[in-house]
């Protein structure tokens, strides 16, 4: 046999990811046009995607103006949930990931969104103790096929070190889709919606939770859960999504 030399293998490497690319060329994550590296987004999407960075409020999430400034709206805001963050605000290009995710079947998405979620959860995620998703309701979830919620959630909990509870929470029966309901209506929708597993109760007692969805709109749904998650006396409920409509016109979402 001949000797293989030290450096061969990486440049067999090399070559085979070169076929690759040549193959199957990188593309965009939101357009599907050409990029430059897999698993990114175009320039133009880029320019379009709304990150939420420092600094924002630290209960809601909701990007601030500047540095220590007063977010007067949510000072007597009260919520189920203790903390949200959200990777991007609900604007184009996180629109057409959601979208993708949701009904395109492109699962090969939530590992990115997860990863610029924990980009910004972090801080939640180092405290936190399981993962939970909110749930679909069985019959759309056997027409979709999968949980986006729950895709999402499985990432996140392989890139921290949470434990992924996909089961705990259930939704017992079936709501209206929320998009055109005004806020009193969407919280009648989703009220009583939401149940424990009676046999995960003693999961959450007294546990750090984060609480993980792919948008939210107005929080009706996310109040739902949380308070049906209350219940069984966890420490406490943070949660966490990829993308936020945040309406400064009309206050908390």
């Given at each position: 046999?001949?000797p293989?030399k030290?450096?061969?293998?990486?440049k067999?490497?090399?070559?085979?990811s070169?076929?690759?690319?040549f193959i199957l060329?990188?593309?965009?994550?939101a357009?599907e046009s050409?990029?430059a590296?897999q698993?990114?987004l175009?320039t133009?999407?880029?320019k379009?995607?709304?990150?939420i960075?420092?600094?924002?409020?630290?209960?809601?999430?909701?990007?601030?103006?500047y540095?220590d400034a007063?977010?007067d709206?949510?000072?007597q805001d009260?919520?189920?949930y203790?903390k949200?963050?959200?990777?991007?605000?609900?604007?184009e290009t996180a629109r057409r990931?959601i979208?993708?995710?949701?009904?395109k079947?492109?699962?090969?998405?939530a590992?990115?969104?997860?990863?610029?979620m924990?980009l910004n959860?972090?801080d939640l995620l180092?405290q936190?103790?399981?993962?939970i998703?909110?749930?679909?309701y069985?019959?759309r979830?056997?027409?979709?096929r999968?949980?986006?919620?729950?895709e999402l959630?499985?990432?996140l909990?392989l890139?921290s070190?949470?434990h992924?509870?996909p089961?705990?929470l259930?939704r017992?029966?079936?709501?209206?889709?929320?998009t055109?309901?005004?806020?009193h209506?969407?919280l009648?929708?989703?009220?009583?919606?939401?149940h424990?597993?009676?046999?995960?109760r003693q999961?959450?007692k007294?546990?750090?939770?984060?609480?993980?969805d792919?948008?939210v709109t107005?929080?009706?749904?996310?109040?739902?859960?949380?308070r049906?998650?209350?219940?069984?006396n966890?420490?406490?409920i943070d949660?966490?999504?990829?993308?936020?409509?945040?309406d400064y016109?009309?206050?908390?979402?």
């Open positions: 046999m001949f293989i030290k450096n061969f293998i990486p067999l490497k090399q070559a085979g070169s076929f690759s690319r060329p990188p593309r965009c994550l357009c050409l990029t590296n698993g990114g175009c133009n999407c880029f379009k995607m709304a990150f960075t420092r600094p924002f409020n630290d209960k809601t999430g909701d990007p601030l103006p540095e007063i977010d709206v949510h000072l009260k919520t189920a203790r949200m963050r959200a990777a991007c605000l609900y604007e990931l979208t993708s995710l949701k009904y079947d492109r699962l090969d998405l590992q990115h969104m997860a990863r610029l924990f959860g972090q180092k936190a103790d399981i993962i998703p909110v749930p679909l069985k019959k979830l056997t027409k979709r999968f949980n986006q919620a729950g959630a499985r990432h909990a890139q070190n949470c992924f509870h089961d705990i259930k017992i029966r079936s709501t209206k889709q929320q055109r309901l005004s806020m209506e969407r009648k929708n989703v009220e009583g919606a939401f424990i597993n009676p046999e995960k999961a959450i007294g546990r750090k939770i984060i609480l993980v792919d948008v107005t929080g009706a749904t996310i109040e739902a859960c949380c049906a998650l209350l219940r069984d966890p420490c406490y949660v966490l999504c990829f993308a936020k409509v945040v016109a009309k206050g908390p979402t």
